[in-house]
């Protein structure tokens, strides 16, 4: 699985991120421009000594990352989407992606994508929820669909 983190602003999720990404073997793809420097120690704090373990790529843009995996599935998550997280069938390799803290996903990206949009039931009183509890929540049931191979219980 991979993880796509679309212009993210805060080190503390990102890191919380990165750190889950090293557990579970998921590739963390980070697109520019970030809200901060990787050698934040906040992001370094969060993500304590996992950082080396992590399958971390950049790029410039999400175009970029389209590019380099054209044959891949792409879910995007984000409030408002057709299907809940937990309806849609995950496969090895995709790529589970999610937008910035601020302002989430860019309208004309999840318009192209109505079909892989997908989004996380909560109370109409909240906006979002917190984005390293996001990715923890749609990762793990894309892992559990697939049986959680490879994971220790």
Not at 11 to 34: E, F, K, M, W, Y
Request: net charge neutral; glycine share 8%.
């Amino acid at each position: 699985m991979h993880i796509v983190l679309v212009e993210p602003e805060i080190p503390a999720n990102t890191g919380n991120i990165s750190r889950t990404c090293a557990v579970t073997d998921a590739g963390l793809h980070l697109i520019r421009p970030l809200g901060f420097s990787t050698a934040d120690k906040h992001l370094k704090r969060a993500g304590l000594d996992y950082w080396h373990k992590l399958d971390l790529h950049y790029y410039d843009n999400f175009a970029e990352l389209q590019q380099k995996h054209p044959k891949e599935k792409f879910w995007y998550i984000e409030t408002g989407g057709s299907y809940y997280y937990h309806e849609v069938e995950y496969q090895p390799g995709d790529f589970l992606v999610f937008g910035k803290e601020t302002t989430g996903l860019s309208k004309g990206l999840l318009a192209a994508n109505r079909n892989q949009w997908v989004k996380i039931p909560m109370l109409s009183t909240g906006r979002s929820l917190n984005l390293s509890n996001a990715v923890a929540l749609v990762l793990y049931e894309a892992l559990r669909q697939q049986g959680f191979k490879g994971m220790m219980f």
